[in-house]
């Protein structure tokens, strides 16, 4: 376990600032304290308040202060990675959130074509789990790459696990727009005021609607009796 005076210490080395730089900034937050409060605290002789430390915590970016303290936050899955690794995590999360650093500039196809086109994106978000009411009419219009959402006509948003591995929660998937689709393949299903994405099974046993993950059950469909429609079929 870390002391507080430790961790305040390493982040303000870190981040080139002196005590008193430290103390300046907290008095910019109306915390009124000196350079020897602060190296009080860093010689252990005393501590911050919680809600001063937590200041010193967003003034010297300590991203994890549960980590830093007692060695390891099993709440966050980024405790157990060393400094590279989470650089390489933070990579990735930056290339998710910021989808506009892989496109090329438009006009870069042969004959000027752009490289992207608009599609919709459904404000639902399908159910990969317990299902959930579907409001066809909220989408929003966005630019996608062109060869990412080949024969796509809009993409949804999955919600729940009951699709994993292969689709995750949160995973926005894109779908070529059909009212059929083959035993076997995967789709976006209405049941019942429900939307669900599963994979589509109608054989001898009966019509299904199947989860690839096997903790849930399949659902089973009687056309005679329910509201079913299928939206469409799932790519990649």
């Not at 919680?50 to 200041?55: K, S």
């Not at 994890?64 to 690794?85: A, I, K, Q």
């Not at 086109?117 to 996608?144: E, H, M, W």
Request: proline share 5%; with cysteine; aromatic share 10%.
């Amino acid at each position: 376990m870390n002391s507080i005076g430790r961790i305040i210490r390493r982040y303000r080395k870190l981040r080139h600032y002196t005590q008193a730089d430290l103390a300046e900034k907290l008095a910019a937050c109306d915390i009124r304290i000196t350079s020897k409060a602060v190296w009080a605290w860093e010689k252990g002789s005393a501590e911050p308040s919680a809600g001063t430390f937590l200041q010193v915590c967003r003034i010297l970016d300590i991203p994890d202060c549960m980590e830093e303290f007692f060695g390891e936050n099993p709440n966050n899955p980024l405790s157990v990675l060393n400094d590279d690794g989470k650089a390489l995590v933070r990579q990735y999360i930056n290339a998710l959130v910021s989808p506009v650093r892989y496109r090329k500039e438009a006009g870069t196809l042969p004959g000027g074509a752009g490289n992207t086109r608009p599609i919709r994106l459904y404000d639902l978000r399908v159910s990969a789990g317990t299902g959930n009411f579907a409001d066809s009419d909220q989408y929003a219009q966005i630019d996608v790459d062109e060869n990412l959402a080949k024969d796509a006509d809009f993409a949804v948003t999955i919600a729940g696990d009951s699709m994993m591995p292969r689709f995750r929660d949160h995973q926005t998937v894109f779908v070529h727009e059909q009212s059929a689709l083959e035993s076997g393949e995967i789709g976006i299903f209405y049941l019942n005021d429900s939307v669900y994405i599963k994979k589509f099974q109608n054989d001898a046993r009966g019509l299904y609607l199947i989860s690839l993950n096997p903790a849930y059950d399949p659902i089973p469909v009687d056309p005679a009796r329910d509201s079913f429609r299928i939206f469409g079929k799932v790519l990649g």
